[in-house]
């Protein structure tokens, strides 16, 4: 069964203090790791895919990367505009392309 | 870029009554969708595979009499709740993929389903 673990579950930052949301998975065969954001009330909006180790994708302040066992997204210098849920997922190879989610981290930052 | 659109964004409806919700892809055809449901401080779960032209695909312990889907052309599917009680009162979200492989995921805005 596939699982994705995102951790911490909260994260309250600094404007401009940089750090990484962490999620691990376990997956029979990955086809994709997709990140996502999430603000209250809204459906989630697409931030990247990353298909295979050692993989980075980058998007103004927000970075992603990918191991065989976890992907970071690190947020450089964050500001207010940033808070929001940050959602990993995984697509498995042989499956139909549904996702499966993590739990989420809650990303508060202050100004 | 592609844009996946849902409607309503939120409806009430009453105990015992059914209510419909559209999920469109804007700019895109899609073959498959995907119904999520989400609980406030929750993450998504997934409910269903909308498949064009076939029957949906029901996860374990989704109820495929309740949660009626429909997808009848590549760029629409949609989700009846029938008689809906108050602890299906929830947030409801579809996806969709374009690209090659389907790769690159787009969730609609979400439907909050009130059933009082």
């Known amino acids: 069964e596939d699982q994705v673990t995102q951790s911490p579950e909260a994260l309250r930052l600094q404007e401009g203090e940089s750090s990484s949301l962490n999620c691990s998975y376990t997956v029979s065969g990955l086809r994709g790791l997709f990140w996502y954001r999430q603000d209250p009330g809204k459906g989630p909006e697409f931030l990247f895919t990353l298909y295979s180790a050692g993989e980075e994708k980058e998007k103004e302040r927000l970075k992603a990367t990918l191991t065989k066992k976890e992907s970071f997204l690190h947020i450089t210098a964050p500001k207010p505009e940033d808070s929001a849920t940050y959602l990993c997922?995984?697509?498995?190879?042989?499956?139909?392309?549904?996702?499966?989610f993590g739990s989420g981290t809650q990303l508060t930052v202050l100004p | 870029g592609a844009v996946v659109s849902q409607h309503p964004s939120r409806v009430i409806c009453k105990s015992g009554t059914s209510v419909k919700i559209e999920c469109r892809s804007l700019?895109?055809?899609?073959?498959?969708m995907f119904w999520y449901r989400q609980f406030p401080k929750q993450s998504l779960m997934l409910m269903a595979t909308s498949n064009e032209g076939s029957k949906a695909t029901y996860e374990q312990g989704v109820e495929k009499d309740k949660f009626l889907i429909n997808h009848a052309s590549l760029t629409l599917s949609t989700l009846t709740v029938t008689s809906a009680h108050p602890e299906d009162s929830s947030f409801y979200i579809c996806?969709?993929?374009?690209?090659?492989?389907?790769?690159?995921?787009?969730f609609g805005e979400g439907s909050w389903l009130t059933v009082v």
């Open positions: 700019d895109f055809q899609a073959t498959t």
């Open positions: 996806s969709a993929g374009v690209g090659q492989w389907g790769n690159t995921i787009y």
């Open positions: 997922a995984v697509q498995a190879t042989g499956s139909a392309r549904q996702l499966t």
